[in-house]
């Protein structure tokens, strides 16, 4: 699930409950970015002293590229390079505003 549509139930709902599974979802959005990068980390270093791709960190990373959290963040930082071309081509602009992905916490028009 994209940061647009879950800004959009954000806002919709109001709910603590909803809120509280909202805030779940962000942070674990985050970790999933976290590992993303860690993981490149090990393969940059492991590529460089030892050469060669380590399968088992190919696999995470084919899996980590699939998931919107991660692909999000490679877009806003224009860091596409090694994705695949069906990750690529996700589109990452559901709501096609144009405006940069903003934390649930933060309303529309603050920031």
Avoid: C, Y
Wanted: avoid cysteine; glycine fraction near 6%.
């Amino acid at each position: 699930m994209m940061l647009a549509t879950l800004r959009a139930i954000w806002v919709d709902h109001p709910d603590e409950h909803t809120r509280v599974l909202l805030r779940e979802i962000a942070r674990l959005h985050g970790v999933l970015r976290q590992v993303d990068q860690a993981s490149a980390t090990v393969a940059a270093v492991w590529l460089a002293e030892r050469g060669g791709r380590l399968t088992a960190l190919h696999q995470l990373n084919l899996l980590l590229e699939r998931e919107p959290a991660v692909m999000e963040q490679k877009v806003r930082r224009g860091s596409l390079r090694g994705v695949s071309p069906v990750a690529r081509a996700m589109n990452l602009d559901e709501d096609g505003d144009d405006f940069p992905v903003m934390p649930l916490d933060v309303p529309r028009g603050r920031l």
